[in-house]
């Protein structure tokens, strides 16, 4: 690929120096991909950062704070409970089908995302590397046992005949903005194994570190790839920066499409602002 940072703000995301930079990176196999919120902004997930939504307006869940309070873990589940209707009813757009058909023709070294919310997967992927895991499951701190998150929303709607809030917003985690005031009534149920109620979805919440092995096998894919290829992350926290770090630092191109800024741009080889979907379908054919 040429050296040289092209950006195309406001071409047509068909056609450009932008989109022709990428079809050369995306020419052959080894490209490694890493997604982010942006990626399903199409699919109806509202991203944090980026133009398709803005920041959230309650403060995340720490996971000191969920283990400590099981007032923290009972306002969690219910806005979860509320939340988890829009991630499970999601369905891939063009772009999550666009990262599968290049991994069915044979042109990927693996695919990282940072999302929970299986799209990838649902449009045909396969071996993705899930980095902050999956709203799918949910796991037990207390014995390790692991659940589907369908067979846990059975037991809290049994739980909380005709629980309802007012959602405002519906985070990337599944996290959904609700007034605290209206989670009052909310019933907790605990795990089937141990009845412990330290059950959380099996996701890597802020303060929680991604597991070890799990970075590992990003940093091999990484290393192992002719190319790197960000699709729909801002890159501001460390947990995705630091692969394209390791790339630019071992001098694998690497290329970001997304709609705003990342942290990443300054080591970017191709920037392309413009719609994720459109985009990866002319790459995909």
Known sequence: ????????????????????????????????????????????????????????????????????????????????????????????????RAVARLQRQGRLAGIITQNVDGLHQAAGAHDVVELHGGLDLVVCLACGLRERRTSLGERLRAANPGFGATVTRVNPDGDADIDDAELDGFALVGCTRCDSDLVKPDVVFFGENVPKPRVATCYDIVEGARSLLVLGSSLTVMSGLRFVRRAAKLGIPVAIVNQGETRGDPLADVKVAAPLGRVLAALAG
Do not use: C, K
Request: charged fraction near 20%.
């Open 1 to 96: 690929m040429t050296a040289g940072f092209v950006e195309q703000p406001d071409l047509d995301p068909v056609a450009g120096p932008g989109l022709d930079a990428l079809r050369e990176l995306v020419s052959s196999a080894g490209v490694a991909v890493l997604s982010g919120a942006g990626l399903s902004t199409e699919s109806g997930i509202p991203d944090y950062r980026g133009p398709t939504g803005a920041r959230r307006t309650s403060t995340p869940m720490t996971y000191q704070e969920f283990v400590g309070s099981a007032a923290a873990r009972r306002r969690y589940w219910g806005r979860s409970y509320l939340g988890w209707t829009q991630i499970a009813t999601a369905r891939p757009n063009e772009g999550h």
